[in-house]
């Protein structure tokens, strides 16, 4: 996934079905699980069951690129 600076999921928050690991590759990506924040940077990973409410922005500089593995599969 890439996400610009300053870029966001607009606030709103996300649910569904199964469980998510995301892994940053470059830049900073702050995610929400549940309301709880966690900034995360390269090297960093996170894992959570997608049923919980769940939103991101990139508060850096530069573009943020991370790898996701959803399970079911949404696309």
Request: proline share 8%.
């Amino acid at each position: 996934m890439y996400v610009e600076p300053g870029a966001s999921s607009d606030g709103i928050s996300h649910s569904h079905a199964g469980e998510e690991v995301g892994y940053i590759l470059s830049g900073q990506l702050r995610y929400w699980v549940d309301n709880e924040s966690y900034d995360l940077e390269p090297g960093d990973a996170i894992n959570f069951e997608s049923t919980r409410p769940h939103r991101y922005e990139n508060p850096g500089t530069e573009t943020s690129v991370s790898l996701w593995v959803l399970t079911p599969p949404s696309f």
